[in-house]
């Protein structure tokens, strides 16, 4: 049982995930290797703050790290965007082998390659949150409530505004449209998206480390939007759930442990050159 | 005398780095593509090598076949991939997504057979030492590096301007259509420009593991800092590139004086802010 309700929890974290990744990669068509570094800083942020010697309650840190999450994208893709797509690719390469640089190197800030251990369970209004259960309700209220703002920024006139930079920028900006600001803002809700799903992982594992937000991780939740399908709500749900029932099913197929994560990993390469050639839309998303 | 040491140390890596960026500026120029499973091609050369210096083969023939193993990998990527997806007339992110599932795909066959242990070439020779100056200190790996490199750039130059071939990718590459008109069939040219870029970049692919080892993940820093070359050198220009590749190189090198190496990253990515934010067009902008 402990099983399921621990599968379910990663999952919806990664639906979090999911719905980050596919606001930047699906919506606005910007292409980002970076999401799992925003995904680090917000959990190294709420691990930092439950950890210190007077712990911050839950909340307030997850708060503290979404509002640095979004500072961060936003410093990173404003540069970047205001060239061309092609410096946002460098611009995110960039990210992401820096921020793993520095939760390897930083020991002090960040316990180095040996991660952070012993992170306390979240505590909502003064009741810690530590049965599997009550963590996987926590996850749930979290990936419901982004599933659901999810909803209604595609449905609100700024979602439109999003669909439409990517059929065409230019057109766009000949209506008078800031495009500029709309794809930063893009950036930014990606960026808070990320760092409560940070947050909430951090708490779940109580341990984390860099091997959990570097390049692979990044290009884990690529395959995960590609695999379920860009653009739609139903895609980044599809997605993580699919991909995070995969690697259980490499272990009944016999493959030596030494080379177990290689594979995985040549897998998800693999799925996304299939998804390109054959279904770029994914199982249920639209066409990319 | 150590900062000596290090602008001659980023001489080399510079030199390297620089076929690097040249190779990538190559595809990029030419197809638009960001081509980013390059960093798996110059990573699959020099497990290539290694593999067959391994098997006892001599070092120059195995470089030989890493080259031409590599220029036949380069081109099938961009006949059986890109040109296969443009054909269904995929989107610029459909095909950057299918080269980083390239990449990871290349990354770990290497990792799956080789396992991502740094492996070091069995060559004795590489590690000898020549002083030079009295204090400097170069390994003849390291040597080799340089002067490869600066006949790989000056050969390149002269392939790109004064031979037929070169004149076609260069009409392609400055106006595809222009260049369909005139009947120069762009998607070959493209196929032609891969697969010479993929053999030039073998080449530091081989000899920068001859002194540092090899790592199935150690591409994609490599290709990062070419790409942040070559977009500070100006995108179309190869001789900025390759000059902005040793000046990255260097700033690197001399930056171990006061910081720890583990993050020259921060120093290279911090060049390419300061280049997006006040000169974006690059140094040595074409136009």
Known sequence: ?288 | MLWLQLLVNGLETGCALGVVAISFSLIYATTKIFHVAHAGIYTMGGYLAWWLVTLGVPFLVALLFAVAACTAGGALIQSQLYARLERRGATHLVILIASLGTLAVMQNIIAAVFTPNILQFPIPWASNVVVLGGSVRLTWAQLLTIAVSLAAYFAVMWFAHYTILGKRIRAVASNPFLAQITRLRPQSVYVIVVAIASAIVALPGVLVPLDLGLQPYGGITPLLTATIAMIAGGVGSLTGAFVLSIAIAELQNLSLLVMPGEWSIGITFFIFVIFMLFRPTGLFAAR
């Not at chain 1, 640089?101 to 009741?127: C, E, Y």
């Not at chain 1, 009550?134 to 599933?147: D, F, K, M, Q, S």
């Not at chain 1, 800031?178 to 990320?194: E, I, M």
Request: glycine share 10%; with cysteine.
């Open chain 1, 1 to 288: 049982m402990d099983f399921w309700f621990s599968y379910i929890t990663l999952a919806e974290i990664y639906v979090l995930l999911g719905l980050s990744t596919n606001l930047l990669v699906g919506i606005v068509g910007i292409f980002s290797v970076s999401q799992a570094a925003v995904f680090g800083v917000g959990a190294y942020i709420v691990a930092h703050f439950l950890l210190a010697a007077e712990p911050m309650s839950f909340l307030p840190a997850l708060g503290i790290a979404a509002v640095c999450c979004v500072l961060l994208n936003v410093l990173v893709t404003l540069p970047a965007l205001r060239v061309s797509g092609d410096y946002f690719v460098v611009t995110s390469f960039g990210i992401q082998l820096l921020a793993t640089a520095v939760f390897t190197n930083w020991t002090a800030g960040t316990g180095g390659a040996n991660g952070l251990p012993g992170i306390p369970p979240p505590d909502l209004f003064n009741h810690p949150l530590e049965s599997t259960g009550e963590l996987t309700l926590l996850c749930t209220a979290g990936a419901a409530l982004g599933c659901l703002a999810f909803y209604l920024i595609m449905r609100a006139p700024f979602g439109r505004l999003l669909r439409a930079i990517r059929e065409d920028e230019s057109a766009v900006a000949a209506a008078g449209k800031n495009v500029l600001r709309a794809k930063v803002s893009a950036a930014a809700l990606a960026g808070a998206f990320a760092g409560v799903a940070g947050g909430l992982y951090a708490t779940f594992l109580s341990f984390i480390d860099p091997s959990s937000f570097d390049l692979d991780a990044s290009i884990l939740l690529l395959t995960m939007v590609v695999v379920g399908g860009a653009r739609t709500l139903a895609g980044s749900i599809i997605g993580p759930f699919l991909l995070l029932a995969l690697p259980q099913v490499l272990t009944l197929l016999d493959i030596p442990t030494t080379i177990a994560a290689s594979m995985r990993q040549l897998l998800y390469g693999l799925l996304l050159i299939l998804f390109m050639m054959f279904r770029p839309q994914g199982l249920a998303g639209e066409k990319l």
